[in-house]
């Protein structure tokens, strides 16, 4: 059985319980952005009450289009506060992708920035739906009633139009059971799916992982992670909040200018993707830098000396996905290992139950043995936008990940892929995380992808990705001959493909393209 989840009500239960208690500390430091809990609560208190006069409300769909930083907090909460559900948008969106991502959600109205680092949003807004006039539906997203860019101001103003005493009232008929927040998540070939969540076990979920991770009163936490995703949103944005923490974030380009925010600002945790520090890393001025703050995380090259990882996979790695609202498997040691721990992803957490399934008999899969992941709990999402929970439920609940995982005889749990990312190739079955471990290792530590790409005899072939500037390319009949000794034969890339960063095919999402990657192996 999963153990029970706090109830902590709504968001905005949440923060008027921080003004309270600790009203003059930080919520969000985002490079020389500061927001206090007070600040918070004022801001978007005014936001809410301009969206009210717009006619938002409970049930309301409100796009926001923001990149990481206080807007889009203060947009975030404004649209919590009054029962509406926040859809966020990928600032990296297409206008083809924004047409789909509004309609796929019914969205009502848009908030967001007209211009950001060269991306026009008023245009691509512009091309994906049409320019319409006020009391118009456009067709390709025939619930859009208005597009707000740059406009908090004119909200505020708004904001006079609705007394606080009516604010007060709608916040106070929010329920926990309403709906947060819809996070659209995709693989790297699926189609968007609009992940519902609701207030109550949002919050209940994050103030679980705060408690294994250590994240408390007080705490001040330094993450690169984009807030439209739902590693952003809610481990970052919502635990935050449900803590009363601090969260630390940088925009900044210049390797210099974050590497002095983060020792200015000296984060007790961290929290993103080792890959997007890179850059920071790799600055002439990194090894000087004190980040003796730093306690724990798992942006390793971040932590001091004495207490980083000399082997990454003997430390506890964890999985999130955007159904169980960011993380599910965690563990708090973040000591090195035994080596028959390799790889761990720790255990499920509080409110999570899991099954181990044979994906072909249904049955749970013995110990040791590899299944697809299953959760059912509170902590789980209600479903997806427009699909009926049959689509996506078993009959008695359960959720399936599409993850393949086995447990070992102390329960912790242990990655193998993804289902359908197995490669079949003459009848034998490969696993892509295997020879990614082997191959980065023949490389030097390079960043490395392993997919099947189709073959007349073989049905699939093992063919590999290797992520190197044209001066650092590797010696690939060097590599071939240090995989034959680690691998069976079978399992050796007979396709090798050496790309810089820059050219990975991508989507939107963040994830690699893998149709296209596909296309340039043919």
Known sequence: MS?????LGTVSRVLRAHVAERPDAELLVCDDDRLTYADAERRSRVLARGLLAVGAGRGSRIGLLFPTG???VLAWLATARVGAIAVPLSTFSTSRELRDLLARADVDLVLGMREYRGNDYAAALADAVGSFAPGERPIAAPHLRGVWLDA?????????DVPDELLDAIEDDVTPDDRMVIVHTSGSTSAPKGVIHQHGPLLGHLDALNQIRGLHA???LFSNSPMFWIGGLAYNIVGALVAGATLLCSAATDPVETLD???????ELTNGYAASIAALVAHPSFAGRDFSSIRSGNLHPLLPTAI???????????????ETGSVCLMSGDETDQPEHRRGSFGMPVPGLTPRVVDPETLADAPVGTIGELWFRGPSLMEGYYGRERFEIFTPDGWYRT????????????????RRGSMIKTAGANVSPLEVEAALSDATGGLAVMVLGVPDPERDQVVAAVILAEPDTSPDLDAVRTELRARLSAYKVPRRFLVLAPADLPMLSSGKPDLQAIEELFA
Not at 3 to 7: C, R, W
Not at 261 to 266: A, D, G, K, L, P
């Open 3 to 7: 153990a029970p989840i706090t109830p």
């Open 70 to 72: 206080v807007d889009f």
């Open 152 to 160: 908090f101001a004119a909200l505020e103003a708004r904001a006079a």
């Open 218 to 220: 007080g705490t001040r």
């Open 261 to 267: 925010f983060i020792e200015r600002e000296r984060p």
């Open 308 to 322: 980083r990882p000399t082997d990454v996979e003997l430390r506890h790695n964890m999985l999130g996905t955007t």
């Open 402 to 417: 599409g993850d393949l995982f086995h447990v070992d005889t102390d329960g912790f749990f242990y990655f193998h892929g």
